[in-house]
C-alpha cells in the first residue's frame, strides 16, 4: 500500500461530494476516486437486498482503481451493508454512522437527538443502535425525509417548495424538543440553510460527512497512509449516468470546476 494511493468514496449519487469537500479542508493533498450511482439514486427507498448488491457493485468500481481505503458515504449502504463492503475491500473501510453518531453524543446536551435521514436509514435504526452503544440514556427520535435526496440531485438547494417540505418534515422533531440534529444523509449538507430555516435557533446540526473526515485523517495517520505530498490532488469523478448534470451541481457545491465526469457501466 503507498501514501500517493487515492482515497476511494461512493455514494448513491451527488451527496457524497459533502463528504469529499470535508476530505479536502482536513486532507488537502489526498488524492479522491469518487464514484456516484447517479442512474440508481436514492439507495433509501429500496430494499436491504438490493442495497447491499449496489454497494458490492460500487466498491468493485473503486478497487479497479486500486484505492488504499474505501469511504462510504451512503447512510442508506451504511446501514445496510458496510459488511458487505468491508468483505470484500479487504481494505480500511469507514462508514459515516458511527463518526456522526459520535459527534452528536459529544454535543448534546439535553440528551435529545434527532435523526434525519432516507426510509431505509431510519428504518434500520443504525443511528439510535450506535447512539445507544455510547450513551444508552439519550433520546434519539428518527425521522424519515425522502424527498430530499431528489431535491438535491435536481439542485433545489433554496427553492420555495424545498423550504415548504423541510418544514413539514421537521415540524415533529421541534415537538421533541431536540438540541442536536444529525443530518443522516450525505445529500443533506446541501439544503443546510433550508433545513436551519425549518429547526429552532438553538439546535446544533452535525454533518456526518464532517464526522467522518476527522476520522479518516486519524486513520490515515494511525497507518502512516496520509499522503505528505505538497503536489495538487488528483480527483476523479465516476458516475453511472448525467455526468453533465453531476459536474453542474458537484462545481456549484464544491467552488471548483470538477474537471471530466466520466460515465462508467456498473457490472449488476
Known amino acids: 500500500m503507498s501514501n500517493e494511493q487515492a482515497i476511494g ?4 449519487g451527488i451527496g457524497g461530494m459533502t463528504v469529499v469537500r470535508a476530505l479536502l479542508q482536513d486532507l488537502p493533498h489526498e ?8 442512474a440508481r439514486v436514492p439507495y433509501g427507498p429500496k430494499s436491504p437486498q438490493v442495497v447491499r448488491e449496489y454497494a458490492l457493485q460500487d466498491t468493485e468500481i473503486l478497487l479497479q482503481h486500486n484505492v488504499k481505503m474505501i469511504v462510504v458515504a451512503c447512510n442508506t449502504v451504511s446501514a445496510v451493508a458496510l459488511d458487505v463492503v468491508q468483505k470484500r475491500a479487504k481494505i480500511p473501510v469507514i462508514g459515516v454512522i458511527l463518526p456522526g453518531a459520535e459527534a452528536a453524543v459529544q ?3 439535553k440528551k435529545r ?3 434525519i435521514g432516507t426510509v431505509g436509514t431510519i ?3 443504525a443511528y439510535t443502535t450506535a447512539i445507544h452503544h455510547i450513551d444508552a440514556s439519550v433520546k434519539v427520535f428518527g425521522q424519515p425525509c ?4 431528489p431535491l438535491a440531485e435536481e439542485g433545489w438547494i433554496d427553492h420555495k417548495a424545498t423550504e415548504l417540505i423541510a418544514k413539514e418534515y421537521l415540524f415533529p422533531l421541534t415537538l421533541e424538543k431536540i438540541d442536536t440534529l444529525v443530518l443522516g444523509c ?5 439544503l443546510l440553510s433550508t433545513i436551519a430555516k425549518a429547526i429552532p435557533s438553538g439546535v446544533t446540526m452535525i454533518d456526518s460527512g464532517k464526522a467522518t473526515a476527522a476520522v479518516v485523517k486519524q486513520l490515515l495517520e494511525k497507518e502512516g497512509l496520509k499522503n505528505d505530498s505538497t503536489l495538487k490532488p488528483n480527483l476523479q469523478f465516476f458516475v453511472s449516468d448525467l455526468p453533465h448534470k453531476f459536474a453542474e451541481v458537484g462545481e456549484r457545491f464544491l467552488g471548483t470546476k470538477l474537471g471530466r465526469v466520466q460515465r462508467v457501466t456498473v457490472n449488476g
Do not use: C, E, K, Q
Not at 31 to 38: A, E, K
Not at 186 to 190: A, E, I, R, V
Open 146 to 149: 425522502p424527498l430530499f435526496v
Open 9 to 12: 468514496v461512493f455514494d448513491s
Open 186 to 190: 450525505t445529500h443533506y449538507p446541501l
Open 123 to 125: 428504518a434500520s435504526n
Open 113 to 115: 437527538i434527532g435523526v
Open 31 to 38: 488524492n479522491i476516486v469518487y464514484f456516484g450511482d447517479t
Open 107 to 109: 454535543i448534546s446536551r
